[in-house]
Nanobody
Framework: QVQLVESGGGLVQAGGSLRLSCVAS????????MGWFRQAPGKEREFVAA????????DYADSVKGRFTISRHNGKNTVYLQMNSLKPEDTAVYYC???????????????????WGQGTQVTVSA
C-alpha cells in the first residue's frame, strides 16, 4: 500500500512557474513508477510525466516537453514536477500516481496506475 500527498498548486500568471511535490509513504518505492496526471473541467484525466524511481528514466506528454521537468529525491521519498512557462491550458487538478515497476517502460495510461493522491489545483491566468 502506498499513500501519496500532493502539494504546491496555486494561482499563477501565464509565463510563471510552479513546483509540485508528491510525498510517498507506506512502503519502499524504489521499484515504483511515479507519474503526474492532470484533469481539467470537462476533460479526461491525461498523462503529464512519469519517472521510474530506480534509475530515474523519465517520460513526458508532448504538450509539456521543454516546459515541465519531473524529478525525485530518494531520501525524501518525494517526486517533483517543475512547471515553467505555464499557459492557461495547463489549468487543471494535478494528481500524483504510482504503480509497481516491472519493466523499463513508463506507463502513461490512467488505468495502469494503482495509487493516487487527492490532487492539487493549478490555475494559470491569462
Amino acid at each position: 500500500q502506498v499513500q501519496l500527498v500532493e502539494s504546491g498548486g496555486g494561482l499563477v500568471q501565464a509565463g510563471g512557474s510552479l513546483r509540485l511535490s508528491c510525498v510517498a509513504s507506506g512502503r519502499t518505492i524504489s521499484n515504483y513508477v511515479m507519474g503526474w496526471f492532470r484533469q481539467a473541467p470537462g476533460k479526461e484525466r491525461e498523462f503529464v510525466a512519469a519517472i521510474i524511481w530506480s534509475g530515474g528514466r523519465t517520460d513526458y506528454a508532448d504538450s509539456v516537453k521543454g516546459r515541465f521537468t519531473i524529478s525525485r529525491h530518494n531520501g525524501k521519498n518525494t517526486v517533483y514536477l517543475q512547471m515553467n512557462s505555464l499557459k492557461p491550458e495547463d489549468t487543471a487538478v494535478y494528481y500524483c500516481a504510482a504503480k509497481p515497476s516491472y519493466s523499463s517502460v513508463t506507463p502513461t495510461a490512467v488505468r495502469q496506475y494503482d495509487y493516487w493522491g487527492q490532487g492539487t489545483q493549478v490555475t494559470v491566468s491569462a
